[in-house]
């Protein structure tokens, strides 16, 4: 480790320089590029969308390998991007809801960026990595961590300064937690997506100059989050006559569980099918405009010859529901909300264009780009390393990914939903069963609209994937046995059946 290294940004005359790193292999050591996008489903040209316009992500596909079972742990942003960063699953970071952050339940465990700063590489955030707990205007990031990054920046565009006032919602007043949209006349620049794009430009061409010390810069755009905002001319590529409605949602839902259907919000009661496609269609511009700043950013790699000695991860905190179900946004169980995009390009170890089948999650990402640049981690990060199906696309890894959410809101009421996925089955539990089963066959049903929970032919796989999902809940928790606590609330399920 070298964590006694001063290493810090020097400001002078508006100039920002990188302070002296003193290493004999830092210019071998691999760059980071970290790029995450917010709310991002899996509608992307490179995951089989045929109507999306996204040829920077598909580029970078091309160069990498796209993880096509990739899973978050928990469908809300905020114990998403916890679990994510600190290699630990929500019931050992303790963090179940946005406006927590590791360091009140787990304050000495070192972050993934930190990690990567400790061990002498420079650390910078652009926008939001952890979660925002501030009004948006401010433009700072209120639940972030300062001893991930030496350099924080929080740029606000006019989707953000200016133009609330003008956007749709379906609840008065609220805008990033509702349905909303709005297409902008302004152009791409004066976004804060795209502030962030030249922001990153800017660092980049500083780490650049200083070839000598490696980089783990992680940019966390904003878009598709709502409020769906982007320059118009991106809606104008989804013309609404085109986009397609789920249908025969009333007969999909008669054998879910009510537990699964619990995140649907009664605000979409208000949706017409107009409505409906105009959230679809601000909800794909959102992608096309943020896939557009994206691709700033892999240009100015490459530009700076950076490209060659810099892995490139592309991924989002969870997915996103546009109507399956009956659901939207996000906090399910099912495919929609649990799988997030993942691409990873790490030259001289990834194929470029393969795809890796395993199921994966977003906590294998610490211990992976750990690995790959010989950083040290901790020893009890939970999540496995990648790097074997970097190398073989086809490798088994581990074989299963671990979703949690939480029902019923806080205290005695709140109760818990895990969901195993493995190469073939998806298999949810509702309070230990006590409130519902679901099991889908992704390989007759990739949608998930039948539940054979209930069908005679499977009780043996529910008894095998019950007994696998239990004892991968188990190891989601610390090996001490002690269990988080944030503000006096304790959250260990039952799991008390065998």
């Known amino acids: 480790m070298t964590s006694g290294i001063a290493s810090r940004f020097v400001v002078l005359v508006g100039v920002v320089a990188l302070a002296p790193f003193s290493s004999a292999d830092a210019a071998d050591r691999p760059n980071v590029l970290f790029l995450i996008s917010d709310d991002l489903n899996n509608a992307l040209n490179t995951y089989g969308h045929p109507q999306m316009k996204t040829p920077n992500i598909d580029r970078l596909a091309a160069r990498g390998v796209r993880f096509d079972r990739a899973y978050c742990q928990f469908p809300l942003c905020g114990p998403s ?3 994510m960063l600190t ?52 433009g700072t990031n209120g639940h972030d961590d300062p001893g991930s990054w030496e350099l924080e920046l929080n740029p ?6 200016e ?30 997506d795209g502030i962030m ?37 991106y809606f104008k590529q989804y013309p609404r006559e085109q986009i397609s409605l789920v249908e025969g949602v009333e007969e999909d839902q008669q054998d879910i569980p ?17 409505l409906r496609r105009e959230a679809i269609q601000a909800y794909y511009a959102s992608i096309s405009f943020m896939d557009a700043q994206v691709g700033r950013v892999l240009d100015a790699l490459d530009r700076l010859g950076l490209a060659e000695n810099t892995i490139v991860v592309m991924t989002s905190d969870h997915g996103y529901h546009l109507g399956e179900h009956g659901l939207w946004q996000k906090m399910s169980l099912f495919e929609e909300s649990a799988r997030v995009p993942m691409i990873i390009a790490a030259p001289g170890v990834s194929k470029g264009g393969t795809v890796a089948p395993a199921p994966v999650g977003l906590i294998d990402l610490y211990p992976t780009l750990a690995e790959l640049c010989g950083v040290e981690a901790p020893e009890n990060l939970q999540g496995q390393s990648l790097v074997p199906l970097l190398r073989d696309p086809e490798a088994p890894g581990r074989g299963w990914s671990l979703s949690q959410v939480t029902r019923g809101g806080g205290g005695q009421g709140r109760f818990f939903g895990y969901s195993i ?34 069908c005679p032919n499977h009780v043996e796989t529910i008894t095998e994937l019950s ?18 606590e944030v503000q006096g609330t304790l959250w260990m399920p039952n799991l008390t059946n065998p």
């Open 258 to 274: 009510p537990a699964g259907l619990m995140s649907a919000k009664r605000e979409q009661d208000k949706l017409t099918d107009e």
């Open 87 to 138: 290699g630990l699953y929500p019931n050992s970071t303790g963090i179940l809801s946005n406006a927590q952050i590791f360091r009140q339940s787990i304050p000495s465990h070192v972050s993934l960026p930190q990690a990567f700063r400790l061990d002498g590489y420079f650390a910078a955030r652009i926008g939001k990595l952890y979660h925002y707990g501030v009004p948006r205007s401010i």
């Open 163 to 192: 133009e609330e006032p003008k956007i749709f919602t379906l609840t008065p007043g609220q805008f990033g937690g509702t349905l909303s949209w709005y297409a902008s006349p302004k152009s791409d620049e004066y976004h804060t």
């Open 81 to 83: 991007r916890n679990s």
């Open 467 to 484: 007994r696998l999902l239990r004892e991968s809940v188990r190891s989601t928790y610390p090996p001490s046995g002690e269990i988080p």
């Open 156 to 161: 606000a565009g006019v989707d953000r300064l």
């Open 197 to 233: 794009a030249s922001d990153a430009e800017w660092v980049l061409e500083r780490c650049a100059r200083q070839a000598d010390r490696p980089f783990f810069l992680a940019v966390g755009f904003y878009r598709p989050h709502t409020p769906y905002v982007a320059p118009e001319d």
């Open 421 to 454: 996925r493995t190469p073939r089955w998806r298999y949810t539990e509702w309070d230990d069963g006590n409130r519902g089963l679901e099991l889908y066959d992704h390989e007759a049903d990739p949608l998930e609209q039948t539940n054979l929970a209930d």
